[in-house]
C-alpha cells in the first residue's frame, strides 16, 4: 500500500499523494496492491511552464504558489486583458482520478458560495490538463505576514479573526466544511478603493454535507495535522 513518508499513514492503492499533509506517497514497486495511474498524452507529462499558452487564452506568467497536487500561476487572459490566477494540477496526477473529481469540487463549492470573503471563481476545465480560473489576489497570506511579524496585536488578530469567520459561516450556510483552515489559506487581500478583505482560499479538501460525492475513505482525516481539530483527526462522523 503507498505510505506517506511524513505522516507514516497508508493509502489506497489509487493515492498518489496523502490527503493529509499532500506529500509524494511512496510505494514499494513489488507491492501487487499497487497500480500507478498511466497517462495516455505526452503532452501532459510536465507542467506547463511560465510564457506558456494556456487553451488559446491564457498566457502564464509566474508561479504565485504550489502544493502537492497543484500549482497556482499568474497569467493574463489575453482576450480581455485581466489578469487572473491559474490553478493547475501536477502533470504526474492527471490519472488519478480522485485528486480530479476533488479538483472539480473545489471549484464547484467554492464558486457556488458568493461570498466576498470566498476567493472568485471564473472559469473551470476539467478536459486535457484541468485548470481552475480564480480573481488574482493582491497582498499576502497570513502565514506570510507572521513570518516576517511573528506576532499580531489583539485588534490586528480580532479583524483578521472576524474576516476568516464571517466567510467560515457563508460556506457553514450552505452546509459546507472547509476542513483545511490555516494560516496558509487565509489571505489579507488588498482591494483597491475599499482597503483590506480577508479571504479564505482553497477548497481542495472542503466537503458538501449534503448532496456530495464521497472522495475520502471512511476512517480517514484530511486537512494539515498540526492545525487540525481532534475530533477531525478522529474522523468524527461530522466531517
Same mark, same amino acid.
Given at each position: 500500500?503507498?505510505?506517506?513518508?511524513?505522516? /507514516?499513514? /497508508?493509502?489506497?492503492?489509487d493515492h498518489r499523494f496523502c490527503p493529509i499533509d499532500g506529500s509524494a506517497?511512496?510505494?514499494?514497486?513489488?507491492?501487487?496492491?499497487?497500480?500507478?495511474?498511466?497517462?495516455?498524452?505526452?503532452?501532459?507529462?510536465?507542467? =506547463?511552464?511560465?510564457?506558456?499558452?494556456?487553451?488559446?487564452?491564457?498566457?502564464?506568467? *509566474?508561479?504565485?504558489?504550489e502544493g502537492g497536487v497543484g500549482v497556482v500561476y499568474e497569467a493574463l487572459?489575453?482576450?480581455?486583458?485581466? +489578469?487572473?490566477? %491559474?490553478?493547475?494540477?501536477?502533470?504526474?496526477?492527471?490519472?488519478? &482520478?480522485?485528486?480530479?473529481?476533488?479538483?472539480?469540487?473545489?471549484? +464547484?463549492?467554492?464558486?457556488?458560495?458568493?461570498?466576498?470573503?470566498?476567493? &472568485?471563481? $471564473?472559469?473551470?476545465?476539467?478536459?486535457?490538463?484541468?485548470?481552475?480560473?480564480? &480573481?488574482?489576489?493582491?497582498?499576502?497570506?497570513?502565514?506570510?505576514? $507572521?513570518?516576517?511579524?511573528?506576532?499580531?496585536?489583539?485588534? *490586528?488578530?480580532?479583524?483578521?479573526?472576524?474576516?476568516? $469567520?464571517?466567510?467560515?459561516?457563508?460556506?457553514?450556510? +450552505?452546509?459546507?466544511?472547509?476542513?483545511?483552515?490555516?494560516?496558509?489559506?487565509?489571505?489579507?487581500?488588498?482591494?483597491?478603493?475599499?482597503? &483590506?478583505?480577508?479571504?479564505? $482560499?482553497?477548497?481542495? %479538501?472542503? *466537503?458538501?454535507? +449534503?448532496?456530495?460525492?464521497?472522495?475520502?475513505?471512511?476512517?480517514?482525516?484530511?486537512?494539515?495535522?498540526?492545525?487540525?481539530? =481532534?475530533? /477531525?483527526i478522529m474522523s468524527c462522523l461530522l466531517y
Amino acid at each position: 500500500m503507498p505510505k506517506c513518508p511524513l505522516c /507514516q499513514t /497508508q493509502w489506497a492503492p489509487d493515492h498518489r499523494f496523502c490527503p493529509i499533509d499532500g506529500s509524494a506517497l511512496e510505494v514499494d514497486p513489488d507491492d501487487p496492491s499497487v497500480e500507478l495511474p498511466t497517462l495516455v498524452d505526452d503532452h501532459f507529462l510536465t507542467d =506547463p511552464q511560465p510564457g506558456d499558452l494556456l487553451d488559446g487564452k491564457y498566457e502564464l506568467i *509566474r508561479v504565485i504558489g504550489e502544493g502537492g497536487v497543484g500549482v497556482v500561476y499568474e497569467a493574463l487572459h489575453k482576450r480581455i486583458d485581466r +489578469r487572473v490566477a %491559474i490553478k493547475l494540477l501536477r502533470a504526474q496526477i492527471l490519472g488519478d &482520478e480522485v485528486q480530479l473529481k476533488r479538483f472539480a469540487e473545489e471549484a +464547484r463549492l467554492a464558486g457556488g458560495i458568493g461570498h466576498d470573503g470566498i476567493v &472568485e471563481i $471564473l472559469d473551470l476545465e476539467i478536459k486535457g490538463h484541468p485548470y481552475l480560473v480564480m &480573481e488574482l489576489l493582491v497582498g499576502e497570506s497570513l502565514a506570510d505576514h $507572521l513570518e516576517d511579524e511573528r506576532k499580531l496585536s489583539p485588534q *490586528r488578530a480580532i479583524q483578521i479573526a472576524m474576516g476568516t $469567520l464571517e466567510a467560515l459561516g457563508a460556506a457553514h450556510q +450552505r452546509d459546507i466544511v472547509h476542513r483545511d483552515v490555516k494560516p496558509g489559506n487565509i489571505f489579507m487581500a488588498r482591494k483597491e478603493g475599499r482597503g &483590506e478583505v480577508i479571504k479564505l $482560499l482553497d477548497f481542495g %479538501i472542503a *466537503r458538501a454535507l +449534503r448532496n456530495s460525492m464521497r472522495l475520502t475513505m471512511p476512517g480517514r482525516a484530511v486537512g494539515t495535522a498540526i492545525f487540525m481539530a =481532534p475530533e /477531525q483527526i478522529m474522523s468524527c462522523l461530522l466531517y
